[in-house]
């Protein structure tokens, strides 16, 4: 991909905004966050801090791949799911840092932002597939709920940020409260007896156990809303109950996050229903690629409740990192929106393919059989994972060579054209 010089005039137009209203933000973390960045050298290069973090994760689905490579919901050792909860807390520690970093050597710039947003959708994907494994959901459709929540919020965030400019985080945020809280499940998971067995518990359980008259207020409502089985109030998993808070957080983000895109555009004295078609491309992807699972369901190639789930959930991600990725590059650039990609029309076809049998009446062309799914389940995953690195890469050279700052190392060029190291930048206050 080419950067276009009306691009590069709004990428020198860029400037940072940011509002954050999280309280444990301001009091809790951002002191810890403001000690911390003063241990790493002025020579260590803010997104090369960013890599470092997003490494922590990497190393926790690794851990993941080496006793549950199936990601068939095996018990693993009370450390693992330790270690993750330390890696998490370590990668929110890095992303939070960055930013603070690059004010120090004087690197910050909308590379800066882009190479966060980028490790960030990288890191949103890889939460799901950890989490849902400490919540014992696994290869479940409530994992692929999960997904499609989880890069909703995400999503519009990073629609908000391009119609409104800013990047608004509420007094309860996903990269703030919402990482401190899978911290939670993670160390929960560690050290109680049940491990991820606990999750599958009525949620409810401790409360009626103190009080064991309010069994009979739930089974009146249970009996007018026509709960039956694991619906019943009394009987709703935690995890469960966990995703149903999911989904209205989603719904909450998606109405704040307009609402402040309709006070931009009236501030801004522009109409305030076009923004919304730019939800149109995550939904209609998303319908797309669920519409590809759904064929398990009408006897075509099975995905969710087999070991194929973990490459196509790395698969969604990766092309859910590109799509957003896209979208952050509109918005450092000031660039129309985009609509479409590649990797929609791939997944489309993946869709069809497997839906096949449905829709013609005939074998799917490349599923056709549960080995030829798996090669061409796993052959997507590399296939979204080498166009988003590609992408980022060109991105990242063109934006490095048109600014003059380096990506991960601090050095800029001097007037000469050649790269230098930030004597200035690396020098101690």
């Known amino acids: ?231 019943r109030l009394e009987a709703i998993p935690a995890n469960v109950a966990f995703m149903a808070i999911g989904a209205l957080g989603t719904v909450g983000n998606i109405a704040n996050s307009y609402h402040n895109v309709i006070a931009a555009r009236r501030k801004q004295g522009k109409p305030i229903l076009p923004p919304l078609l730019g939800l149109l491309p995550f939904f209609t992807h998303v319908s797309i690629l669920v519409a590809w699972l759904h064929a398990e369901v009408r006897g075509g190639v099975s995905i969710v409740h087999d070991g194929r789930m973990l490459p196509f959930l790395g698969y969604w991600g990766m092309a859910f990192s590109y799509q957003v990725s896209q979208l952050i590059l509109a918005h450092v650039t000031k660039s129309p929106f985009p609509y479409w990609n590649g990797m929609m029309v791939f997944s489309l076809f993946g869709a069809i393919d497997a839906n096949a049998g449905w829709i013609f009446g005939r074998t799917p062309l490349v599923q056709a059989s549960p080995v030829a799914a798996n090669v061409f389940i796993v052959m997507s995953f590399v296939v979204a994972l080498f166009n988003y690195v590609r992408f980022a890469r060109e991105v990242i050279w063109q934006i490095c060579e048109y600014t003059g700052l380096a990506c991960f190392t601090v050095r800029h060029k001097d007037e000469n054209g050649q790269w230098v190291d930030n004597v200035e930048a690396a020098k101690d206050k």
């Open 1 to 231: 991909m080419r950067i276009t010089k009306a691009q590069f005039k709004g990428l020198d137009a860029y400037k940072y905004s940011g509002i954050d209203k999280s309280i444990v933000s301001k009091h809790v973390l951002g002191p810890f966050w403001t000690w911390l960045v003063t241990l790493f050298p002025k020579t260590l290069a803010p997104n090369t801090i960013t890599f470092i973090g997003l490494c922590f994760v990497f190393t926790n689905v690794f851990t993941l791949l080496v006793f549950d490579p199936t990601y068939a919901g095996k018990v693993l050792p009370s450390w693992v799911y330790l270690s993750w909860a330390i890696g998490l807390f370590a990668y929110q520690s890095m992303d939070a840092i960055d930013g603070k970093q690059a004010r120090r050597v004087g690197m910050a710039s909308a590379l800066g932002e882009m190479f966060d947003h980028g490790c960030d959708a990288i890191n949103t994907t890889l939460e799901v597939v950890l989490c849902s494994h400490a919540l014992g959901l696994n290869r479940s459709w409530w994992t692929v709920a999960s997904q499609a929540a989880t890069l909703c919020n995400f999503y519009a965030s990073t629609w908000e940020e391009y119609h409104t400019g800013t990047l608004y985080l509420s007094a309860f945020s996903g990269p703030v409260e919402g990482i401190l809280m899978i911290c939670g499940i993670y160390l929960i998971t560690a050290f109680h007896p049940a491990g991820p067995a606990f999750w599958s518990k009525p949620v409810l359980t401790p409360i009626l156990k103190a009080f064991p008259d309010a069994l009979g207020l739930l089974e009146k409502v249970d009996k007018a809303f026509g709960l039956r089985g694991q619906l």
